[in-house]
């Protein structure tokens, strides 16, 4: 049986983690639990020390991205579970995670469902990103957000370096390991409410942030699947302006030529985009 490490990234999580960390270790009692406490001001630390729970402190919150490498880094185990320290994942859940990576796969996500998003607009963002990544990778994409998973440590290990410190890791470990051709499952789970402070997540202070997750989903798998399209777009809006001023005015405008000239410039960047992508998951021997 592989040995088994449990990761939480933490932050003023103590009311949740009161609760969840026995719960943790009777599911898993013989898993190594890594409490990544990313700067937190409550008891999160002495709640660790009281439960002999592996703690690591940041002196300052860098985070939820940078204390999963962290976690990723310190973990022992040749199993890595991922899961939030809020109270929102039931402990014995882990198990039906590790029995479908157990089928051949390497990484194994719990889809929450709708019930398990934090509100309309949370939902409706991340039904966007699965469709979108379920497009771009051929494969049906369930919850590209979520924060519970279980990974095969050494391949999950090989993309810390493409991981953002902030909350889209779960984005950047998914569709690296598509591009990979590394397997991917998902299996339903019920999610709690959480537990304690409100979530982290602001609507507006990370409005930008999650539009920029849509660009990273191509740009991580393959970008000529988003620019291709682009270019294809610009080009026949020049043509359709061209066709429409050559009828009414007989002559070429410039904002034709400006509509291809784009098209072009949008294909090259394409182009370099896909080139840097198939060298940034090249493998050093």
């Avoid at 002999?52 to 040749?78: F, Q, V």
């Avoid at 991917?184 to 999610?191: L, N, S, T």
């Avoid at 709690?192 to 930008?208: C, F, Q």
Wanted: aromatic share 10%; glycine share 6%.
């Amino acid at each position: 049986m592989l040995s088994l490490s449990i990761v939480l990234p933490a932050k003023n999580e103590a009311a949740a983690l009161a609760d969840l960390l026995p719960r943790l270790k009777a599911a898993q009692p013989d898993a190594q639990i890594i409490v990544v406490n990313d700067g937190s001001t409550d008891e999160t630390a002495k709640l660790c020390v009281t439960h002999e729970i592996t703690a690591l402190n940041n002196p300052y919150s860098m985070g939820n991205g940078a204390a999963i490498k962290r976690g990723a880094r310190a973990a022992t185990g040749e199993i890595i579970v991922f899961m939030d320290a809020d109270g929102q994942h039931d402990p014995a859940l882990i198990a039906t995670l590790l029995e479908k990576l157990d089928q051949g796969y390497d990484m194994v996500v719990g889809a929450r469902d709708g019930s398990g998003q934090a509100n309309f607009h949370r939902g409706l963002a991340n039904s966007l990103y699965n469709w979108l990544a379920s497009r771009m990778t051929g494969h049906a994409v369930l919850d590209l957000t979520s924060g519970f998973r279980a990974v095969r440590a050494e391949k999950f290990r090989e993309f810390l370096h493409l991981l953002p410190n902030g909350f889209s890791y779960p984005t950047t470990s998914t569709m690296a390991f598509f591009r990979s051709a590394y397997p991917v499952a998902y299996v339903p789970i019920p999610v709690a409410k959480r537990v304690g402070t409100n979530s982290h997540i602001r609507l507006l202070k990370d409005g930008i942030r999650f539009l920029l997750i849509i660009f990273k989903i191509a740009t991580l798998y393959s970008p000529l699947k988003l620019f291709v399209p682009t270019s294809v777009v610009f080009f026949l809006l020049g043509t359709g302006n061209y066709a429409y001023t050559l009828y009414t005015f007989h002559r070429l405008t410039n904002m034709s030529t400006l509509m291809w000239s784009a098209a072009v410039i949008v294909f090259l960047i394409g182009l370099i985009s896909e080139q840097i992508t198939a060298l940034t998951y090249r493998r050093e021997k």
